[in-house]
Structure formats: C-alpha cells, structure tokens
C-alpha cells in the first residue's frame, strides 16, 4: 500500500510587482488588500457539497521544508484536498507577513485534475533579500462543504536574492545554466537519460519530485523542485511557448488516484503574474510509453515507468512588463515517493 503523507510545507515568495486580473474566470476578486483569480472550478462562491464532512487539508506544499532559505522568487503553492470556499479566503485567514508587516498580493487558485484547488500567493510588492518571511493559514478557510482547514498552520523563512543574467528572448539550454536558478533536484541535461533525449540541440532542462535523479541534490522535502529562467529581455510578453516531457513512476498504478504528481508554470513581471495548471498523472492518464533506461526511475513500486513524448504547450495570458522571468516546478501530491522528472525545452517568450 501507497504511504500518504499530508505535507504543509513552507511558502516561499514570488519576485515581482503588481497582481493579475487578465484571466477571465468566474468568481475573480478585488478589494484593497488581495486580488483573487479564480481559474475553473477549484474556487467556489458558495456551499455546494452538502454532505462533506471531511475537514479541508493541504495535500501538498511547494516548498516543504520550514526554515530554510529561499530565492525571493519561488512561487507559493498549496495543493489542497477539496475546492475551497472563495469568501473564505481573506486577510483574517490567509496571512502572509515581511519582517512583522502584513503583505498583499494576489491570490491565483488553479483547478487540479481532480477538481480541487491549487492556491499560489504572489506579493504585490517583492519581498527584501533577507527578509523574515511568515506565513499563517487558520481554520477560517474553508471547503465546498464549509469544512474549515483541519489545524491551523504556520510557516517561516528567510529569502535570498540571486544575480540576474539575461536570457534574451528565448533557450534551448545549449549555453549552461547561465540566467537559471535550480531549486531541488534540477539540472541542465547534456546527453540523452534513457527515455528522454534533447528536444531539439543537444541539451535540455530538467526537475525532479525526487532525489538526486539529475543532479546531486535532492528535491524539497523529497517532493517538489522547480526552476527559475530569467530575466528575459522582452519588455513586453503575452505567451509563454515551450516543450515538455513528463516522466512518472506514477504510471500506470496510480492513474485515477490522489496521488497526482503535477507540473505548473509561472510567468512574472512587473505588473503581475500568471499562473497555469500544465498537466499531471492523472490528466495525461494512460497515454504514456514505458520509459527504460532512465537512471533510478522507476524508483519505487513495480518496474514500469511512464512518459508523454515532447508535447507543445503555449500558454497565452495579459501583457507583462519586463523585466519578465518564468518559473517551473514539480511536486508529488501528497505521497514523498514514486517520482516525477520533466523535461523542458526550447522556451520562449513572445
């Protein structure tokens, strides 16, 4: 039998300014203090789930270890169990304090595979290198049920701030990792692993909800990694387009299951952010290939690993305003086992 671990892990902070209002999703937010973008129906504006009486947890945090440091720019990701009631997501529940200071910010809450809510926090100002960072979720936040948050959490970090080189306007990742930063298990691959080879050139990017599978280092609590690029050059950008190939020790046993590995993109700048739901175990669901000859994959369970292929992904959002960076991670789903390695190539910002 599977274990189950239901993390609530520290929150780290996005580097930018501004909020995103350019989705257009029902049950969207304004008020002096956050903005709320609610994108599918991982946000509900009302009790619909009359016989729920499971209280509301988080499944999964990105990251999940408390006090460490983190690059100010890593995103802030709850991945819960249950849609989340809208109203009850507030300053009074949803705290998030700079040096004893209140921060607002926009929150963005995604639809995961299943239906539930996937919330990530940007602060509407960024956060100061060295900044003593808290978070604070209460038992006032509740689910589509109107169950409250099981316990009351409490998170804290310090930020650090990393040198920014350029990207341009695009990568294949052929020149190192010169304007990347690498949180976890995360590397630039200059060969073929098995099943995963350069989508195009002779390198690609890579991250892992394991450990030490690319690189010498573990992901984040043995579940979540993520990679930052940028700045880019645009001054201006309203698509991301990119290449991935998603790589599971999920498949084929736990498609279907609560145990859905996920793959999100952020993209930031100086007057707001966007945030989408890329893919998971069980939205890609059976249509993998078996992958063999990946080091340490399957690294758990039976012999079979998954993979997609390299598949195209456009993401089309508002105008932002550089300088523009863009933010990828990878997380197990409330499990710290069976793990997930994605490929990412040829990126570009138009």
Request: hydrophobic fraction near 40%; glycine fraction near 10%.
């Amino acid at each position: 039998m599977k274990k189950i671990i239901l993390c609530s892990g520290l929150l780290a902070a996005l580097v930018f300014t501004g909020c995103s209002s350019d989705d257009s999703n029902s049950g969207n937010t304004n008020d002096d203090f956050y903005t709320i973008v609610n994108k599918g129906t991982g946000g509900v504006t009302a009790v619909i789930d009359l016989n729920d009486t499971t209280p509301l947890e988080v499944a999964q945090a990105v990251p999940s270890v408390s006090g460490q440091q983190y690059p100010a720019n890593t995103p802030a990701v709850f991945f819960m169990n249950d849609k989340v009631l809208l109203s009850t997501v507030n300053e009074n529940t949803f705290i998030v304090k700079e040096n004893g200071r209140k921060v607002g910010g926009t929150i963005s809450v995604n639809e995961a595979a299943n239906g539930y809510a996937i919330i990530t926090f940007m602060p509407y100002k960024t956060f100061a290198d060295n900044a003593n960072v808290e978070i604070n979720l209460t038992t006032g936040i509740q689910d589509d049920g109107g169950q409250p948050l099981y316990q009351e959490m409490s998170y804290e970090y310090t930020t650090y701030s990393v040198p920014s080189t350029s990207l341009g306007d695009a990568t294949g990742f052929e020149n190192g990792a010169d304007g990347m930063v690498f949180i976890g298990d995360g590397n630039i691959v200059s060969a073929s692993l098995g099943c995963l080879s350069p989508f195009a050139g002779s390198s690609f990017a890579a991250i892992t909800s394991g450990d030490a599978l690319v690189s010498a280092n573990n992901a984040i609590g043995g579940t979540s990694s993520a990679m930052i690029l940028g700045p880019f050059d645009s001054n201006s950008a309203s698509s991301l387009s990119f290449n991935y190939n998603f790589l599971s020790a999920e498949f084929l046993e736990y498609v279907g299951s609560e145990f859905d590995d996920s793959f999100m993109a952020v993209v930031v700048g100086q007057n707001g952010a966007h945030v989408e739901f890329v893919t998971s175990v069980n939205t890609i669901g059976e249509n993998v290939t078996q992958c063999e000859g990946f080091p340490g994959m399957p690294d758990d369970g039976d012999d079979y690993a998954g993979f997609t292929g390299w598949t195209s992904k456009t993401i089309n959002f508002g105008s932002l305003t550089g300088p523009v960076y863009v933010i990828f991670m990878t997380t197990d789903v409330s499990d710290d086992i069976y793990s997930t390695v994605v490929g990412i190539d040829a990126v570009s910002l138009n």
